[in-house]
């Protein structure tokens, strides 16, 4: 049993270099982000000209910041939250509230992702006007959301049903 317990902290450790290193990828890319439309916003104002594909990818990036930061912020237990009632309740029964949320999560998750994946699939074939990349590519980020989000919860509801006691929202991850 030892021996699984210092696989799971191993397994731990790896995925939290993992998102270590996909927080420090979604810093370089809302940097780029921001140099984009900063850039295009002083070329139209100022040399009344512009990157006529700015637009669409600032949107696009702006989708994958979005869905590929909730994966990252599920992974630390930091979104929003309402314990009111589960503060009161008795271990045993926080646990069973525990289990039934990520079982919730992970059905909205299913469901986020075949409509996603539907979208992507449906969408291959069209391009952007002007950037002339795929649109597939921004139904593609919720997929990854879906799929990643649901693998977070997932995992604390193995350990949720092991009796891992449940992380607390500064401790950076899950079990």
Not at 72 to 87: E, F
Not at 96 to 111: A, E, K, M
Not at 112 to 117: H, I, P
């Amino acid at each position: 049993m030892a021996s699984g317990k210092v696989f799971a902290a191993r397994l731990s450790r790896l995925a939290d270099l993992g998102f270590r290193a996909v927080d420090a990828l979604l810093v370089a890319i809302f940097a780029v982000l921001i140099v984009l439309v900063f850039a295009n916003v002083v070329l139209r104002y100022l040399f009344d000209s512009g990157v006529s594909a700015t637009d669409e990818l600032s949107r696009m990036i702006f989708i994958w910041i979005a869905f590929v930061g909730a994966v990252c912020v599920a992974r630390r237990n930091g979104h929003l939250g309402v314990d009111l009632l589960t503060a009161n309740l008795s271990p045993r029964a926080r646990r069973v509230c525990r289990v039934l949320t990520d079982v919730v999560i992970v059905l909205c998750c299913i469901v986020l992702s075949v409509g996603a994946w539907q979208q992507t699939v449906a969408n291959l074939g069209n391009i952007a006007p002007v950037s002339g990349l795929p649109t597939a590519l921004n139904y593609l980020a919720p997929f990854v959301g879906g799929v990643g989000i649901g693998l977070v919860a997932c995992v604390d509801l193995v350990a949720a049903l092991l009796g891992v006691p449940e992380p607390d929202h500064e401790e950076g991850h899950t079990a």
